[in-house]
């Protein structure tokens, strides 16, 4: 049994532990460990205590593990250097295969993810990247879900801007396949969902599911930057996160991929189709 683990990092977030629970139900005799600082609320997988800030907590997430999925810390402008050693000692430790998560509109050489990307790519013996566009889930959580129910509003600097939104599920479905497919991937996912829209065309798409008016309200980066600031973020994050909606204004997102059905067999889920089973998250707050 050993030499056979599959380690999820960010195994209780959103695509890591959609990823574990679809490896434990349809790959019997798979032994899933997810490495996190807090136990998931999951049957049938291992857990072990993980920091990245902790190397101490790193060997003995790695024992006897063939394949990683890597999800970087959260809210860190530069993690490379708490993840590029642990990328280093997974390798040298047996991992074979590396399934990382990254986004579709960071460079394969930008901020944030860059330094990561390019290890996995050029170290790794079996790779993927995983470059969604922006979760439909962040409708329904801390990022908009707070301004929907309390004002019907979805606030941005992103302007006209279109964006190919995702579920997270459908991503968690190229994950598995970027794991388990015996023919290693080696390439990068860019993955969407099957429409590119605004964020007004994503607000009325809500709004009709929800039975209420919803609106986007476009503001500028500074203002943007002011206010994920003061959700907690740093300076330095909160001006790469603001900068992110510029591109967006200009064209960055506008785009729908194939990757989804290709990959996995089957269609992406819709906006509309989100919008309708979330109805309930965006009643009045």
Known sequence: MNGNRILITGGTGTTGGRIAKRLISSFEGSIVRIASRRKPLMSGAEHVYFDWNDETTHREALKHVAKLYLVAPVGVYDPSNAVLPFVERALESGVRRIVMLSAAIIDEDGPVFGKIHQAVKDLAPEWAILKPSYFMQNFINVQHADSIKTSGEIITASGDGKVGFVDADDIAEVGVRALMDDIPHNTDHVITGPQALSYAEAAAIIGEAAGRTVSHVNISVSALKDRLMKAGLSPEYASFMADLDQ???????????????RVTGRKPRSLAAFAESHARSWNHA
């Open 247 to 261: 591109k967006i204004k200009h064209g960055a997102e506008n785009r729908i991929t194939n990757t989804v059905e």
